[in-house]
T-cell receptor
Framework: DTGVSQDPRHKITKRGQNVTFRCDPI?????LYWYRQTLGQGPEFLTY????????KSRLLSNRFSAERPKGSFSTLEIQRTEQGDSAMYLC??????????????FGSGTRLTVV | SQKIEQNSEALNIQEGKTATLTCNYT??????LQWYRQDPGRGPVFLLL?????KEKRKERLKVTFDTTLKQSLFHITASQPADSATYLC????????????FGSGTQLTVLP
């Protein structure tokens, strides 16, 4: 297993277009997270999956954003009608664990989105 | 609301010295705290997790302390090397959430040869 993979690494899109990102987590990890990071800031939580169930979603997440994790494996994050404010690094992370245990995340290298 | 503050200025130190980074938090009592390293254009890499009942944790040249009275964690890199240059992020479980982490904005460390 080579870690968490994200695709594409970079995406440039015109304002108003839809974009979709993919994340392949570490295969034995049942938890998957999406975060967004802008320059000079720490990652900001977007959503969390345990297996295929989306259990938490940021209140800041616009309804233009949707995420799925079919069959509890890979995940996709779609942004509809992109805006310039959506330009950021989109990070996927996975972790193992059950119950309320605390575990470190393994992050992918991210997808850099630029909306022009 | 929950707030995390890390060293606001970038930190430059000489090779071989000990780097000390600070993470302060307010309005919260986290059960644990995590530290990550992030290189430019890459995702963060998990380094250490320390729980509220642990005062100190070590991993090779890294040492983390967690003072729940002061609401502060200190992250030390001993015998620092230029390869340690990166941004270091602290993260706490988000209040009211089962699984979210809230990250600080990070401290950029440069180790000068």
């Amino acid at each position: 297993d080579t870690g968490v993979s994200q695709d594409p690494r970079h995406k440039i899109t015109k304002r108003g277009q839809n974009v979709t990102f993919r994340c392949d987590p570490i295969s034995e990890h049942n938890r998957l997270y999406w975060y967004r990071q802008t320059l000079g800031q720490g990652p900001e939580f977007l959503t969390y999956f345990q297996n295929e169930a989306q259990l938490e979603k940021s209140r800041l997440l616009s309804n233009r954003f949707s995420a799925e994790r079919p069959k509890g494996s890979f995940s996709t994050l779609e942004i509809q009608r992109t805006e310039q404010g959506d330009s950021a690094m989109y990070l996927c992370a996975s972790s193992s664990g059950t119950g309320t245990g605390a575990y470190g995340y393994t992050f992918g290298s991210g997808t850099r989105l630029t909306v022009v | 609301s929950q707030k995390i503050e890390q060293n606001s200025e970038a930190l430059n130190i000489q090779e071989g010295k000990t780097a000390t980074l600070t993470c302060n938090y307010t309005n919260y009592s986290p059960a644990y705290l995590q530290w990550y390293r992030q290189d430019p254009g890459r995702g963060p890499v998990f380094l250490l997790l320390i729980r509220e009942n642990e005062k100190e944790k070590r991993k090779e040249r890294l040492k983390v302390t967690f003072d729940t009275t002061l609401k502060q964690s200190l992250f030390h890199i001993t015998a620092s090397q230029p390869a340690d240059s990166a941004t270091y992020l602290c993260a706490l479980p988000t209040s009211g959430s089962a699984r979210q982490l809230t990250f600080g904005s990070g401290t950029q460390l440069t180790v000068l040869p």
